[in-house]
């Protein structure tokens, strides 16, 4: 019974396939497939550097607020330590609710800039993937390829690919093209 149905699907389908060939219809069979490395993209292509180096700086001046505030923090601490012997009960309650208003400060502040950088770091990651997206789609267009699968060893949809199928160069050189500045 198996063998009829198959060889029924095969006599009914070859024709069909002949039949799109030969009018020029795209099957799934004859669509040119590529890939490319987006990660490696995003570390080569110049814009990615330079949305990666924008971060870096934007990183490094929230450190430098919460580098100001430990200072802060460990000048009151030391102060704390230095003068609590001699302090009475009452303005040692005050400096130490002082110290903890600090530290409860610190806290929060480094919890917002923690979710502003990831905030930025994800604004920018969409800014990038956006752009690969249109260097893809011209690269893809100019040489006909009907699909470009993500080659990325963490969830890419390819695990094998011939390097002649590796769009990633002329990706990053079309980036380089359209958004180097």
Not at 47 to 65: A, H, N, P, T
Not at 125 to 131: A, H, I, S, T, V
Not at 138 to 150: D, P, R, T
Request: glycine share 6%; charged share 35%; aromatic share 6%.
């Amino acid at each position: 019974m198996k063998k009829i149905l198959i060889v029924t699907m095969f006599v009914i389908l070859l024709p069909l396939q002949i039949m799109a060939h030969a009018e020029g219809v795209t099957t799934p069979a004859s669509v040119k497939i590529a890939f490319l490395d987006a990660q490696k993209a995003l570390d080569v292509a110049k814009e990615g550097v330079r949305l990666r180096g924008s971060l870096d700086e934007y990183v490094k001046s929230r450190q430098k607020i919460i580098d100001l505030d430990e200072q802060d923090i460990k000048r009151l601490r030391d102060e704390l330590d230095k003068q609590g012997p001699v302090l009475s009960q009452e303005a040692l309650k005050l400096k130490q609710g002082e110290f903890e208003d600090k530290v409860n400060s610190y806290r929060k502040k480094v919890s917002e800039l923690q979710k502003e950088v990831q905030e930025k770091r994800l604004s920018a990651l969409d800014e990038f993937n956006k752009k690969l997206e249109q260097s893809v789609k011209h690269i893809a267009e100019k040489e006909g390829y009907g699909m470009v699968l993500n080659k990325n060893g963490d969830g890419g949809a390819v695990i094998y690919g011939k390097e002649a199928y590796d769009v990633t160069a002329k990706v990053i050189e079309q980036m380089d093209k359209l958004y180097a500045k």
